[in-house]
């Protein structure tokens, strides 16, 4: 008797795991982790976009792995990171804002580093914080304006203090107290002589509004890809629905003209056997 007739062949290998077919939920997976990549600032836009072209193109497990080798795991450890876009992180270096018969400005994305210094000598300095990004929750901003202007605007949802004075200038620091108790705490301290130190929240502007927008083209950029991946399957459906229809309409043109033929010989066969027929009738009337 056979007992190893059901056994499997030990010839057949397993297929190994980065030949595997990747489905669309493992590449949603991998869509995810680079989304979190973009947010927290390890990937710029152009880069996001390719790799999720890349993403949306692999067809096996082996093809999405290169794509986050160079980051976080989804679930894996990350660096602590707060709701607003702030949390511990390296400290960045002191900056330094000079103007001398100039202008410096500092706005956009940035990281705000723990200490400040702007001068402002017959000139003008404008710090906006309004999309920056806190490594750590307090910033001290030192100021000195003479004869000078120094701007100041923080994001709405932050704590803005102030321990300066003017002499013969202005020194205008709006005060602001944030809801969150963790939130970053800026002091704007100096003095301005013969010029002018403001500093108040831009109303409408929070830390999460960047992060909102990042997330918010992200979302269209990947809603945009899976409409057009979409709609390149139907028009692939409907191509291989065009071409089947085409091939049945050959098929049946032929089966018919077949069978025209056999029932144009079968109708010549009756004619001729008729014919016949009477040959041999009109063969025993005379004969």
Do not use: C
Not at 35 to 42: K, S, T
Not at 91 to 99: F, H, K
Not at 256 to 272: F, P, V
Request: overall charge neutral.
């Amino acid at each position: 008797m056979n007992l190893t007739k059901g056994a499997a062949d030990p010839r057949v290998r397993p297929v190994a795991e980065a030949d595997m077919r990747a489905s669309d939920a493992d590449r949603d997976r991998i869509a995810e982790i680079l989304r979190e990549a973009l947010a927290e600032g390890r990937l710029d836009a152009e880069e996001h976009a390719e790799r999720i072209d890349a993403v949306y193109r692999a067809k096996t497990m082996g093809e999405l792995a290169p794509i986050v080798r160079d980051l976080p795991a989804a679930g894996g450890p990350r660096p602590a990171e707060a709701d607003h876009g702030y949390g511990p992180a390296a400290p960045a270096a002191d900056q330094n804002l000079v103007a001398i018969f100039s202008a410096a400005t500092r706005k956009g994305r940035w990281r705000v580093p723990a200490r400040i210094n702007a001068v402002a000598l017959f000139g003008s300095v404008e710090i906006d914080l309004t999309e920056a990004v806190f490594p750590q929750q307090r910033v001290q901003i030192n100021v000195t304006s003479v004869f000078g202007s120094v701007e100041v605007r923080v994001p709405e949802n932050i704590t803005l203090r102030s321990s300066g004075s003017g002499i013969l200038g202005s020194f205008e620091v709006e005060t602001h107290d944030a809801e969150d108790r963790d939130a970053p705490e800026v002091v704007v301290n100096g003095f301005a002589l013969l010029g002018s130190v403001e500093a108040k929240p831009r109303r409408g502007a929070w830390i999460r509004d960047l992060r909102d927008r990042l997330r918010g083209e992200r979302r269209e950029r990947l809603e945009g890809l899976r409409a057009e991946r979409h709609e390149a399957m139907a028009e692939a459906w409907a191509e291989r629905h065009e071409r089947r229809g085409e091939a049945w309409a050959a098929h049946h043109a032929l089966r018919d003209e077949l069978r025209a033929e056999r029932r144009e010989r079968m109708d010549q066969l009756r004619a001729d056997r008729r014919e016949r027929r009477e040959e041999r009738r009109e063969r025993r009337r005379f004969g």
